[in-house]
């Protein structure tokens, strides 16, 4: 089984940072595609941003320029970092990775989110 942790949220004051992590534990062979969705309450679910085992990156329109996505994958580990963060980012961000098992097949996970305020 494959769990996915998140940590790094908190409440910060706009024009502030923060930086989220996402490490994923368990057996399997190897981690694809990373992504941060974020979660506002009253609004769905949006991608933030994405990365590829081999480090090509997609962002949101709205965190493009502030926000960076990279991953250590000796650490199986994913982060985000946000600068200049606004009231506007406030939600509950959640890792989400494809992950190849011991059977070569493709299986999402989820974590199950940090919290991330931005005070204005």
């Known amino acids: 089984q494959v769990q996915l942790v998140e940590s790094g949220g908190g409440l910060v004051q706009a024009g502030g940072s923060l930086r989220l992590s996402c490490a994923a534990s368990?057996?399997?062979?190897?981690?694809?595609?990373m992504v941060w969705f974020r979660q506002a309450p009253g609004k769905q679910r949006e991608l933030v941003a994405g990365?590829?085992?081999?480090?090509?990156?997609n962002y949101a329109y709205s965190v493009k320029d502030r926000f960076t996505i990279s991953r250590d994958n000796a650490k199986n580990t994913m982060y985000l970092q946000m600068n200049g963060l606004k009231p506007e980012d406030t939600a509950v961000y959640y890792c989400?990775?494809?992950?190849?098992?011991?059977?070569?097949?493709?299986?999402?996970?989820w974590g199950r989110g940090t919290q991330v305020t931005v005070s204005s």
């Open positions: 989400n990775a494809d992950v190849r098992d011991l059977h070569n097949w493709s299986q999402s996970y």
């Open positions: 368990g057996i399997f062979l190897s981690i694809n595609d």
């Open positions: 990365i590829t085992s081999r480090g090509s990156t």
